[in-house]
């Protein structure tokens, strides 16, 4: 899930879609305002759920990791 900044949640299929929104980063400038952070869940969780194949790999290159 996404939050904007106001506490709000919101779905993020559009945003994986667009090119240099949130998700889909045009420049290493772009992807490095994004940032990652580890979840400390153990355990086995079921999704119902669908997936897309993009520029994770772009992203996990070139995001901040946060502590």
């Not at 996404?2 to 889909?24: K, Q, R, V």
């Not at 045009?26 to 999704?47: H, M, Q, R, W, Y």
């Given at each position: 899930m996404?939050?904007?900044?106001?506490?709000?949640?919101?779905?993020?299929?559009?945003?994986?879609?667009?090119?240099?929104?949130?998700?889909?980063p045009?420049?290493?400038?772009?992807?490095?305002?994004?940032?990652?952070?580890?979840?400390?869940?153990?355990?086995?969780?079921?999704?119902d759920?669908?997936?897309?194949?993009?520029?994770?790999?772009?992203?996990f290159?070139?995001?901040?990791r946060?502590?």
């Open positions: 996404n939050t904007c900044l106001c506490g709000a949640h919101f779905g993020d299929f559009f945003l994986h879609h667009e090119p240099g929104g949130a998700f889909f045009n420049t290493e400038k772009e992807a490095g305002l994004i940032s990652i952070e580890e979840l400390p869940l153990k355990g086995v969780f079921d999704f759920c669908g997936y897309g194949v993009g520029i994770g790999y772009f992203i290159e070139h995001a901040r946060l502590p």
